[in-house]
């Protein structure tokens, strides 16, 4: 998977690709595998002026699309995903 946009956010590098957005690695441990964050509700006014926003929870915290778009940048990152009968996983 190739991810051109993205973002750093406490630790964790962030990725979009075809509009969805997925957790890539955090920092201090590559091991993590490649997670697709969910699309959650925000109703909180004390975040936007709107009470029906969606977003995604970005490092236990809730941001709005229009939010994580503002700190998006090239990241230029490609995830390998191995499929081989001789890997178990």
Do not use: A
């Amino acid at each position: 998977m190739y991810f051109k946009k993205g973002f750093y956010y406490k630790g964790y590098l962030f990725g979009w690709n075809k509009k969805s957005l997925y957790r890539i690695y955090k920092e201090d441990n590559l091991g993590l595998p490649l997670r697709k964050c969910k699309l959650i509700p925000i109703n909180s006014t004390e975040i936007t002026n709107d009470k029906n926003k969606k977003g995604y929870k970005v490092g236990k915290d809730k941001k709005t699309i229009n939010q994580l778009l503002k700190i998006t940048t090239d990241i230029n990152y490609t995830y390998e995903i191995v499929k081989h009968k001789d890997v178990p996983f």
